[in-house]
């Protein structure tokens, strides 16, 4: 294992060449166009978005053409630490600035392209700062189609086009506990420490599958926020975590997102005006059906514990 050691040309099962002995990564990152575009939790609002996006040299592979930035992955390295590290060489985003939200693969056997997406808070300045970048632009979403782009990167463009929206998953802590008979009727601050334990690790770690109640298109990994709503007993554990932390290791995991939120009053009503007021998709985890028909009118998708207990 050695720093660049991805550098090279390789040969996939399809019969192409590609750049990348161990695989290629990229970012795809998004950000509101204009500063303050997208009033957080303003139902209905839809601000235009815009990507990062840079040219490649004439010289390269595909040159001239418009991408996200991105390269070679060194054996040791994840497709998140690759696509960050790319972006920050080519372009100059700095990696602790965006929330990893997915990644997307296209496996050619033998060899993958992933395409890591990401939220930027607002589109920050960017550079050229490559030789193999010739300009370095966020670009509207609706005008990517009228540059001249890079043609694995217009094949996925209508799907990733998709994903440029987070994911929230909002816990009824009590609910899922409850569906789990492994003692947390003894002692439910523990249990749902427990819980939040075995939540942050799926946080990091990413969600293979969404349930198909979830409107969005299938990635290899999405990266969720994990937002548990406690309420009663187990409010307790709210005091002893930071809320909204969220750390990305060494290896360039996108660490997890999580937060608690404790109920003032019922946690169910605390649960739907979640469902109703956060950007993007919202999945709501519970059985309760009366809990279920509130989030559901509330535009959020909605599935059962089992789901939840099935990733852990
Ligand atoms: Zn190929």
């Given at each position: ?10 040969a ?56 996200p ?51 930027a ?17 966020w ?30 998953v ?21 249990a ?19 349930p ?15 937002v ?22 060494a ?62």
């Open positions: 294992m050695a720093i660049r050691d991805g550098n090279g040309w390789t996939c099962g399809h019969g192409h060449r590609h750049w990348g002995r161990y695989g290629a990564a990229g970012l795809l990152a998004y950000a509101p166009c204009q500063p303050g575009a997208a009033p957080p939790g303003q139902a209905g609002t839809v601000a235009p978005i815009c990507v990062l996006l840079q040219r490649r040299s004439w010289w390269g592979n595909h040159g001239g053409t418009w991408g930035p991105g390269g070679a992955r060194d054996s040791h390295e994840s497709a998140v630490a690759a696509a960050l590290r790319e972006a920050e060489e080519e372009c100059g985003l700095p990696a602790d600035a965006v929330s990893v939200l997915g990644i997307l693969r296209d496996d050619h056997e033998g060899w993958s392209y992933q395409t890591v997406i990401a939220a808070p607002r589109a920050l300045p960017v550079h050229a700062l490559s030789s193999e970048t010739s300009k370095a632009a670009v509207a979403a609706e005008d990517v189609t009228a540059l001249d782009l890079h043609p694995g990167f217009a094949a996925r463009w209508p799907v990733l086009r998709e994903a440029l929206q987070p994911l929230t909002i816990v009824d802590v009590a609910n899922v506990m409850g569906s789990r008979p492994d003692g947390w009727w003894r002692d439910r601050a523990g749902a420490r427990r819980l939040r334990g075995e939540l942050a690790g799926l946080a990091a770690e990413g969600v293979a599958a969404l198909e109640s979830v409107p969005a298109p299938v990635l290899e990994r999405w990266f969720p926020e994990f548990l709503v406690v309420e009663g007993a187990a409010r307790s554990i709210a005091a002893h975590h930071a809320a909204g932390s969220r750390d990305r290791d290896s360039g995991s996108p660490g997890g997102r999580l937060r608690l939120v404790a109920a003032a009053g019922s946690g169910d009503d605390t649960i739907a005006a979640l469902a109703g007021d956060l950007e993007g998709r919202r999945l709501v985890v519970t059985a309760d059906r009366r809990l279920r028909e509130r989030c559901v009118a509330a535009g959020a998708s909605v599935t059962g514990p089992s789901w939840l207990l099935g990733q852990l």
